[in-house]
DNA sequence: CTAGTTTGCTCTATCGATTGACCAAGTTGC
DNA sequence: GCAACTTGGTCAATCGATAGAGCAAACTAG
């Protein structure tokens, strides 16, 4: 009946232990610890290994988890910090440290702050408590990235942060912001376009700085000049697009284009432009940052510049695995940003490339 | 210097011990641990508690987090099992219970199947590695419910399914889906709609039929007659619903409504009823399941079915702490579906409530 | 034939917190 | 004044796996 517990002499059903298997198998309990994680040192007939195995495949026996923990200090468990999981670019940050986290047989806490703990909370909870002994680290503005890293460094913990740093830190993983942004300032310029404004994320995150410096940057390689109030902060959310949007709509001189850098802020870009009236992309193209599914159910559908954020989740596991704690890393992702041209980018005073799918859509509302 | 470490007489900066909170507070360890616990058992004087505490405070002693696991068998982890980070309505679900973890003061423990792993291997990783005391899952089909459900029994370990059910299981919290479609149903009725299909999610898994039974039901309550081909299977993706609704465009008498039982499978949908060149509502109304943010800002904008998913996550942890593990548990989330009358549903023939909006984008196409 | 090496295991201490048994000193009841 | 409690703790065993030292038997070299 019972297959993966052990009836034990007394006829009392309990969880299978090592050393359970070892008695099974008539051997010691650290020869069974060993042959399961192939200790080189560990010198054993196959006769016996394959005994031992037997047994910890009848019993369903794993080693438990907390004991193993408590014992060794190798790398077995990683926490990833997001600020909340709802927002789509951090899913999928999530999704591909986690796919990582399975190949390299390691644990991966994910915890968010969202509003009832601050990240640096977070990274507190999980280190102080050894929940974790590496950390992959997604949220936070400056100022608490730098506390974290003080945090970390003191502890002698292992950790990177993703896309993030600040004076101090010496140890993350970027994305290709820089080629990304030039890539969306590119593509506006080859359309016609001269007047190129900028959503850049808040100054108090470091990749908004990062972000607004290589916008700067991207124009004068161009020509372009700078123009006063070009480049607008806004929060990495809806409500932040929306109102970024308004701050734009009140300059004298308004742009044609637009770079949002960061989806889920262009789609309340976009839905402030809708409500003000402002036809995308004939007033106005918009490139937004990573290249979500979404993108193409949106209308007008979205161009969008796709960073690899779940390449960064991977890769940063990957990293943190295999690099010495100590060690300094300076790393960009290694899969390139790409720009997707969709109908939000046009030249200035067209509609988009493809007006039939929109045409369409008309019918809804015009009789 | 060091703040949360210890240097001790040798000059060695190591980890905060409950032994060396004790030592410097000297008391027993044991002490430390009971107050830091609030071990009703222990009987101890203001002052030396005081005393501890502030030790504890100055050393930012946290008690090792395996060690506790290892020793006691309170429940201090929950584990948390769903298909994919990126499908928006599982990341509600998981912010969800992620706050209700943090205020439980419980860790949660999320994992994703996501093609790596199935989500029985979940399961079993995280049980059977003692990982976790209490489980709760979102993910799976009919037939993996069935085998975790049995596999948990067996363990005697507590768990709580998340809207899904088998013959068998005896732990479940579901959402209101009967209410939903009743609402959506109604809704369509009230517009004038008569020929209403619904998208339901795969037989596999017992939401869709869940569903499917409860359109059928809506119907009859409402003396509808039922039609051949009008409840379509499919998965809960973007290219499910683009599936699905070319299914539907085969029907010979086609429906003037449409109820679709999940979010991101009614993206799908619309986006493929734009590629055909079916006006959403004029042609087609449609009701989707879930009221996420994004439904805001498609076009149309998507009337939906409000389903409390953060409720439930929140929800199915605090059962999951506070029910005794074989107790029977069959509970609906406790705030009700909503209805959220948006763009996406009209009178059949019809356009929008409110125009406009969509005549502002037309000029995008238009000229 | 013996010292030295290899093979294949066994034994023991340990990680850090928790639990229940135990105990000394002080207090109360009568 | 002495037994019975109460107060405020201490002590030792334990959870399960692991690292490394140790060790008997078999084998090899000279």
Do not use: C, W
């Not at 050393?19 to 069974?32: C, H, K, N, Y």
């Not at 990833?80 to 789509?88: A, G, Q, S, T």
């Amino acid at each position: 009946m019972a297959k993966r517990t052990v009836t034990t002499e007394a006829g009392t059903s309990t969880r299978v232990t090592g050393a359970q298997v070892a008695r099974e198998a008539r051997v010691d309990p650290a020869i069974v610890s060993k042959i399961l994680r192939n200790d080189p040192s560990l010198r054993v007939s196959d006769e016996t290994r394959s005994r031992v195995m037997a047994v910890v495949e009848r019993l369903g026996y794993r080693p438990n988890y907390a004991a193993q923990r408590l014992r060794s200090s190798r790398i077995g468990a990683v926490g990833l910090v997001i600020p909340d999981f709802r927002n789509p670019a951090f899913a999928e940050i999530v999704h591909g440290a986690e796919q990582a986290s399975h190949k390299h047989s390691i644990s991966l806490f994910v915890s968010s702050a969202a509003s009832s703990k601050s990240t640096i909370d977070l990274v507190i909870d999980l280190v102080a408590s050894d929940r974790v002994d590496a950390l992959l680290v997604a949220g936070g503005n400056s100022q608490e990235t730098s506390r974290i890293n003080e945090y970390l460094v003191e502890r002698n913990v292992s950790f990177l942060f993703l896309n993030r740093q600040t004076a101090g830190t010496r140890r993350s993983l970027f994305l290709d912001d820089e080629r990304a942004i030039e890539l969306a300032v590119e593509h506006l310029i080859g359309l016609g376009h001269r007047k190129i404004a900028a959503i850049a994320g808040l100054s108090t995150m470091e990749t908004g700085r990062r972000r607004r410096r290589a916008f700067t940057q991207a124009l004068r390689r161009a020509g372009l000049p700078e123009r006063r109030g070009y480049v607008v902060e806004a929060d990495y959310s809806i409500a932040g697009g929306q109102s970024a949007f308004a701050r734009i709509t009140e300059l004298d001189d308004k742009p044609t284009a637009l770079v949002v850098s960061e989806f889920v802020t262009g789609v309340g870009v976009l839905g402030a432009a809708r409500t003000a009236g402002i036809s995308v992309p004939r007033d106005l193209s918009i490139a937004v940052f990573n290249n979500l599914d979404m993108a193409n159910f949106l209308t007008p559908t979205l161009t969008t510049i796709g960073l690899q954020l779940s390449a960064m989740g991977a890769e940063g596991l990957a990293l943190l695995v295999s690099r010495p704690p100590d060690e300094e890393i300076n790393a960009t992702v290694s899969k390139p940003a790409e720009l997707f041209i969709r109908e939000s980018t046009a030249p200035p005073g067209e509609g988009p490339a493809a007006p039939a799918d929109v045409l369409t859509l008309q019918n809804g509302g015009a009789a």
